[in-house]
């Protein structure tokens, strides 16, 4: 069976709620299961204390991709039909950085806050509430923001394009990165003094 | 085998949870063609109470009416139906290793009612935040790296790069 399964119609759209429960049941598990359902155990990776979140998140980003890059070379996934979301680069870096100033504050991000919301953290659920008021905010200000959102649009550009390099050279490099980053983070564990939470 | 720990200080170890992760979101751009998401459907879901509370509003703003289309409501979007999903993933793995309990989690130097308060806040810039890069963490930098894109690697460095300086700033919240 070629994927993407859904574009390809080998599975018919009506499936797709179904999977998209039982996916998100298996993202949801994990991130629970991981530690990401605690603000403390998050921010343990922005002070040094504990690199849970780094070492989850690389390990799942290079093993998606690695299946990716090995599904598409054998010809079983078509990968140019994945969706790549468009790349505006202003609006990229800035909304980036709005959402790093709202991670220190609220200690998680919108999916790990649902993780924390299903086992009863009550912080999780104020920073929960707190997004559906700032994407309201950011719909009503739309006009404001409306140039610099659809300002520098580079469409689906890809990473190793930009630096011009072999897709393969550089997910190669993103491992070594990756592999190089676990290591320092074991080190960084080491002097940094133990938060109790 | 060890005995599983209930007491909720248990973790799976963390590349193995980063390789389950990062097999779902394979198999999500493999059974869908696109990545997975959090913010999305929080979008959605403001998108169509807006519309049910003020229709005309919702037709005329630039921003609602991209996400509005006649035959479909934005609530069947297929991100809704994953962060049910992610919910009940949560409760079950929080109920396997014994994590169920209603408390505010917050450093010992802050208290609970202003631990409530920056959460808040910092789930509304997030909200925001999300709206620009045209998702959060999930779905642009996680999914965007999977597949490479510029803008997933990008939004990544903008997220984390920024939230190292502004955790040393706001660094008496939780250390």
Redesign the interface.
């Known amino acids: 069976m070629v994927?993407?399964?859904?574009?390809m119609g080998v599975?018919p759209e009506s499936w797709?709620?179904?999977?998209?429960?039982?996916?998100?049941?298996?993202?949801?598990?994990?991130?629970?299961?991981?530690?990401f359902?605690?603000?403390?155990?998050i921010?343990g990776t922005?002070?040094g204390?504990d690199?849970?979140v780094l070492?989850?998140?690389?390990?799942?980003?290079?093993?998606?991709?690695i299946?990716?890059i090995y599904?598409d070379y054998m010809g079983w996934?078509d990968?140019s039909?994945?969706?790549?979301?468009?790349?505006?680069?202003m609006?990229?870096?800035?909304?980036?950085?709005?959402?790093?100033?709202?991670?220190?504050?609220?200690?998680?991000?919108?999916?790990?806050?649902?993780?924390?919301?299903?086992?009863?953290?009550?912080?999780?659920m104020?920073?929960?509430?707190?997004?559906?008021?700032?994407?309201?905010?950011?719909?009503?200000m739309?006009?404001l923001?409306?140039k610099?959102?659809n300002s520098h649009n580079?469409g689906?550009?890809?990473?190793?394009?930009?630096l011009g390099m072999r897709?393969t050279v550089?997910?190669f490099l993103?491992i070594v990165a990756a592999v190089g980053m676990f290591y320092g983070a074991d080190w960084v564990e080491k002097k940094v003094k133990k938060?109790e939470? | 085998m060890e005995k599983l720990k209930r007491d909720g200080s248990f973790?799976?170890n963390?590349?193995l949870?980063?390789?389950?992760?990062?097999?779902?979101?394979?198999?999500?751009?493999?059974?869908?063609?696109?990545?997975?998401g959090?913010?999305g459907a929080?979008?959605s879901?403001?998108?169509t109470a807006?519309h049910a509370v003020a229709p005309a509003h919702a037709h005329h703003?630039?921003?609602?009416s991209k996400f509005l289309s006649e035959d479909e409501s934005p609530m069947?979007n297929?991100?809704?139906?994953?962060?049910?999903?992610?919910?009940?993933?949560?409760?079950?793995?929080?109920t396997?290793?014994g994590?169920?309990?209603?408390?505010?989690?917050?450093?010992p130097k802050i208290s609970g009612r202003k631990?409530?308060a920056?959460?808040?806040?910092?789930?509304?810039?997030?909200?925001?935040?999300?709206?620009?890069?045209?998702?959060?963490?999930?779905?642009?930098?996680?999914?965007?790296?999977?597949?490479?894109?510029?803008?997933?690697?990008?939004?990544?460095?903008?997220?984390?790069?920024?939230?190292?300086?502004?955790?040393?700033?706001?660094?008496k919240?939780?250390?």
């Open positions: 994927g993407p399964l859904i574009p599975i797709n709620n179904v999977i998209a429960l039982l996916l998100g049941m298996g993202f949801g598990f994990t991130l629970e299961a991981s530690g359902s605690s603000s403390r155990k921010m922005f002070f204390y690199f849970v070492r989850v998140f690389f390990t799942a980003a290079v093993t998606a991709m299946g990716i599904f996934m990968a039909l994945l969706y790549i979301n468009p790349y505006y680069v609006s990229a870096v800035i909304g980036g950085i709005i959402m790093g100033l709202g991670f220190a504050l609220g200690g998680f991000c919108p999916g790990t806050s649902f993780c924390g919301v299903a086992i009863g953290k009550i912080d999780a104020l920073f929960s509430g707190g997004l559906f008021i700032g994407v309201f905010l950011f719909s009503e739309y006009p923001f409306e610099l959102y580079e689906s550009a890809m990473i190793y394009d930009m897709q550089f997910a993103l938060v939470y | 973790y799976i963390p590349y949870g980063g390789v389950l992760l990062g097999l779902v979101l394979f198999a999500t751009y493999y059974v869908t063609g696109r990545g997975l959090a913010s929080v979008k879901t403001v998108v807006v703003s630039g921003y609602y069947s297929w991100l809704v139906f994953e962060v049910i999903g992610v919910l009940a993933g949560g409760f079950l793995s929080g396997l290793y994590r169920l309990k209603l408390k505010v989690e917050h450093s631990r409530l920056v959460a808040l806040l910092g789930g509304m810039l997030f909200g925001i935040g999300s709206q620009f890069a045209r998702g959060c963490t999930s779905g642009a930098a996680l999914s965007g790296m999977a597949v490479l894109s510029a803008s997933g690697i990008i939004t990544m460095m903008a997220i984390f790069g920024s939230a190292y300086l502004f955790s040393w700033i706001f660094r919240l939780w250390i």
